[in-house]
């Protein structure tokens, strides 16, 4: 008796139907916007009406791009957009026209070298073995500007690494680093979005020195896992002279306001090497959380 095949659909797919939909007499019915698919009219899905379905593509999105792309978890990257590279910075020093501007200069130029820790812990965590699923894991993930976002994508392409780049529409420019890798390089309208998607996929976060935009990806962090919403992660602190000088964090312990056991979800750390360290003896310690890697283990930095 012969096998049957059915056909594994029945119905034209929507990419079909809307090359038909271009290709159709031109009447002052086809010709009104009412006419338009509703998938393919810009002008409908723009409308206020809509901010759930686009709520809903921006999560979608990215979401399925990175499943495809085989990527299983993410190293995150928070960090300040105007820390510049160590060689760049004594020109902003130069350019200053008043004290206080220099004063600005010498403070980011005491900052400087967490851009090179910031790509050599990015290099660390490319290099991890796949898990045995083949689903690559701690592949580096910054906010895809630059900076410290760019030394995170910088060092993924160091080692031939693909990195992601989380971009948002600004008032003013905000373009992808050259090293984000450009089919994972996304760009969002909702920062509540945006957002999800970094810690989606985190298993471990480094947060560098940086303004408004680093506070809120990192108080929201620990508020998720304060508060339970999210499973406890590796998070390090790079810097620990800027973090006590513009959050008290023991003054809020002994206001009676966060929890001591609440500090103990940072670890303060100078260099990419202690850094990964701390990722590597947390999971160490807590081997149901770990990855079954293809080769084993979480490998070390070279010495």
Request: aromatic letters at 10%.
């Amino acid at each position: 008796m012969t096998e049957i095949q059915p056909p594994k659909r029945v119905f034209p797919k929507a990419k079909d139907d809307a090359v038909v939909a271009e290709n159709i007499t031109a009447t002052p019915q086809t010709q009104d916007p009412a006419y338009l698919l509703a998938y393919r009219d810009p002008d409908f899905l723009l409308r206020d009406d809509l901010r759930p379905v686009r709520f809903q593509l921006e999560l979608l999105k990215p979401e399925l791009l990175l499943d495809e792309a085989g990527i299983g978890s993410t190293f995150v990257f928070y960090g300040s957009a105007r820390i510049p590279a160590p060689d760049k910075v004594d020109a902003i020093i130069e350019a200053a026209t008043t004290d206080t501007q220099r004063r600005i200069g010498e403070r980011l130029k005491a900052k400087a070298h967490y851009y090179d820790e910031a790509r050599k812990l990015a290099q660390i965590a490319s290099e991890q073995p796949s898990a045995d699923d083949g689903k690559r894991q701690f592949v580096v993930c910054s906010g895809g500007g630059p900076s410290i976002m760019e030394a995170a994508n910088r060092g993924a392409t160091d080692v031939g690494q693909e990195s992601i780049g989380l971009n948002i529409v600004l008032p003013f420019e905000q373009a992808p680093n050259a090293f984000v890798t450009p089919r994972l390089s996304f760009q969002f309208h909702y920062f509540a979005l945006r957002k999800m998607h970094f810690l989606l996929r985190a298993r471990a976060v480094a947060v560098f020195p940086g303004g408004f935009g680093t506070f809120d990806e990192f108080f929201e962090l620990l508020t998720l896992i304060q508060t339970g919403k999210m499973a406890v992660l590796p998070i390090v602190l790079f810097g620990r002279e800027f973090w006590d000088k513009v959050v008290n964090f023991e003054a809020l312990v002994e206001e009676g306001v966060c929890s001591p056991t609440d500090l103990d979800l940072i670890t303060f750390v100078e260099t990419a090497e202690e850094a990964w360290d701390v990722v590597e003896a947390y999971y160490a310690a807590n081997p149901e959380r770990v990855f079954r890697l293809g080769r084993g283990a979480l490998k070390k930095p070279a010495v």
